[in-house]
T-cell receptor, first 112, second 112 residues
Framework: DQQVKQNSPSLSVQEGRISILNCDYTNSMFDYFLWYKKYPAEGPTFLIS?????DKNEDGRFTVFLNKSAKHLSLHIVPSQPGDSAVYFCAAKTSGTYKYIFGTGTRLKVLA | KAGVTQTPRYLIKTRGQQVTLSCSPI?????VSWYQQTPGQGLQFLFE???????NKGNFPGRFSGRQFSNSRSEMNVSTLELGDSALYLCASSAGTHNEQFFGPGTRLTVL
């Protein structure tokens, strides 16, 4: 049972444009969400997180939006750069647990 | 501050053997989690340890086990290896709840 879903396995975007990566979840008890970026042969690197009490969190070029009613979150990267090309994972957890549930990842390719 | 380290980086075993993987968390981090990453499956949560106690466990068979030492270093063990255990095993450490996890580079296990 995949509680966190990233339905787009891949995405290509032109340099300078906006990249939008999507993530859906089914467990309404999730209240903390994170995005990670992963390059080949490296472990995932934390990008940005959001608590369920917020609907938006911004950090530089990265913004995460949370729509609790739709059980949907998205990561916006503006402007996209070739160095952003990587696999992006969203993850979710419930307060009081220490178990992060990850999506299957979306491979982003930013074209120069 | 040194990052999360995992040893060995690569490992080749045959079916039926057992394997032990090691993880050293970031200094001061007391929580260590383990994940299995396979193509198309994302990161699957194995277990999480805090102060030598397993606090959460994922849906893996009993062949997968782990432990944490008093210095927060952690090991995971897989007994009676199967071909399907071939994967990248990732370790992550964090300072506590609602904190992002910092991942190591992973151990690539191949079972022949």
């Amino acid at each position: 049972d995949q509680q966190v879903k990233q339905n787009s396995p891949s995405l290509s975007v032109q340099e300078g444009r906006i990249s939008i990566l999507n993530c859906d979840y089914t467990n309404s008890m999730f209240d903390y969400f994170l995005w990670y970026k992963k390059y080949p042969a490296e472990g995932p690197t934390f990008l940005i997180s959001i608590s369920s009490i917020k609907d938006k969190n911004e950090d530089g070029r990265f913004t995460v939006f949370l729509n609790k009613s739709a059980k949907h979150l998205s990561l916006h990267i503006v402007p996209s750069q070739p160095g952003d090309s990587a696999v992006y994972f969203c993850a979710a957890k419930t307060s009081g647990t220490y178990k992060y549930i990850f999506g299957t990842g979306t491979r982003l390719k930013v074209l120069a | 501050k040194a990052g999360v380290t995992q040893t060995p980086r690569y490992l080749i075993k045959t079916r039926g053997q057992q394997v032990t993987l090691s993880c050293s968390p970031i200094s001061g981090h007391r929580s260590v989690s383990w994940y299995q990453q396979t193509p198309g499956q994302g990161l699957q949560f194995l277990f999480e340890y805090f102060s030598e106690t397993q606090r959460n466990k994922g849906n893996f068979p009993g062949r997968f086990s782990g432990r944490q030492f008093s210095n927060s270093r952690s090991e995971m063990n897989v007994s009676t290896l199967e071909l399907g255990d071939s994967a990248l095993y990732l370790c992550a450490s964090s300072a506590g709840t609602h904190n992002e996890q910092f991942f190591g580079p992973g151990t690539r296990l191949t079972v022949l």
